[in-house]
């Protein structure tokens, strides 16, 4: 079963240098990235651990500018790689990316102490002591992406916390669904589309509906990893060739989705997970998948009904996280296409799974 990591954490704590020491890639691609020192967008890499399994890696930017990336990033993988800086110890981005990935219920992961090599052995294990207190349900393990110090040992951790993840998941076996996070064109080949494939698989031939522009498109080839394939598979990250579609009418947050499997929504109803208080007509952003609108929330209780300024392509059992300045808290998706209302009752009735789906009035 493909898994993917995903990096946490504050700006500065050493993410892109330790994905570098483990994966022998250097993320940070863009120009502007590279002359800054700074993650600002997303990178990718395959992750070989002990025995030869390969993961997936995503590494997110640590910047509070670029938390709605981060959020991008971290929507669809199985495990974390939270990084904590053995000098700086918690920051508050790192409080930040740890609610959230909370918030999306990812469960399994590894606490990285970087910089190891740069503080007395005190110094470490506090820091150490500070990560297993934060994240009492993960390994926290010393390393040094400069001296190599513990990266076997982390590899080591992470295979432990795939084989957790492993014991627990259910294969989807559903539709297709893709979140497509990036999109680019290449000469010869044309416009290719990437994310990490949440359900059911894929390959060259294949119609996929584009949502939410509701058009059709077909895969003339797939990719793992700059790898071929015949047929992509849940949890893998995935690029796909898509002939006769423009650069321009794909982008970050579009859906690519097996047609008639699910329609795009102006509203969402939602269980919520509170960091803060949620107020009845509070305006936030939704963050699903790789998409992040505007909505007004409209509150029943401990559920509510986001009114989105845009319509998002979700399924029920689907997690949202919901940010005003900060991240207020998160949401489980009970109704992806329900009626206008506010009736508590319904709410209760579409926990129970009782409601049927709506098409949605766009």
């Not at 892109?16 to 483990?22: E, G, I, Q």
């Not at 997303?42 to 890696?57: D, H, K, N, Q, T």
């Not at 790789?290 to 392509?313: D, F, I, S, Y």
Request: proline share 5%; hydrophobic share 45%; aromatic share 2%.
């Amino acid at each position: 079963m493909p898994l993917t990591v995903g990096t946490a954490g504050h700006i500065d704590h050493g993410k892109t240098w330790l994905v570098r020491a483990l994966t022998g890639k250097d993320t940070d691609r863009l120009p502007e990235e590279q002359r800054r020192g700074i993650s600002i967008d997303l990178g990718y890499a395959p992750l070989e651990l002990p025995g030869g399994r390969l993961l997936s890696l995503i590494d997110v930017p640590g910047h509070e500018r670029f938390v709605r990336t981060m959020v991008a990033g971290a929507t669809g993988i199985d495990l974390f790689l939270l990084v904590l800086d053995a000098a700086e110890g918690a920051r508050p981005q790192t409080l930040e990316h740890l609610a959230i990935v909370r918030l999306l219920g990812i469960e399994h992961g590894v606490v990285a102490v970087t910089k190891a090599d740069a503080v007395d052995e005190e110094t470490l294990e506090l820091a150490l002591d500070e990560a297993r207190e934060l994240v009492p349900e993960a390994e926290a393990v010393a390393v040094s992406a400069k001296t190599g110090a513990g990266l076997d040992e982390l590899r080591e951790a992470l295979g432990r916390a795939a084989d957790l993840v492993l014991q627990e998941h259910k294969l989807d076996d559903g539709p297709a669904r893709l979140h497509v996070d990036r999109v680019f064109s290449l000469r010869g080949i044309g416009t290719v589309a990437t994310g990490t494939l949440w359900s059911g698989r894929v390959g060259a031939g294949d119609v996929l509906r584009a949502e939410p522009a509701g058009r059709d498109v077909r895969v003339r080839s797939v990719q793992v990893h700059d790898r071929p394939v015949d047929r992509a598979e849940a949890g893998q990250r995935v690029a796909l060739a898509l002939p006769g579609v423009e650069r321009s009418e794909l982008r970050r947050g579009d859906v690519l989705i097996a047609p008639g499997s699910l329609r795009a929504s102006y509203r969402l109803d939602v269980v919520l997970d509170e960091l803060e208080p949620v107020a009845d007509g509070d305006r936030l952003h939704v963050h699903h998948g790789t998409a992040a609108v505007q909505a007004r929330v409209v509150r029943v209780g401990g559920e509510a009904q986001l009114r989105l300024a845009a319509p998002l392509v979700a399924a029920r059992g689907d997690r949202v996280v919901l940010r005003g300045a900060t991240t207020v808290g998160g949401g489980t998706v009970i109704d992806p296409a329900p009626i206008r209302h506010a009736d508590p009752a319904r709410f209760e009735a579409a926990r129970r799974g009782e409601t049927r789906i709506h098409a949605p009035v766009l």
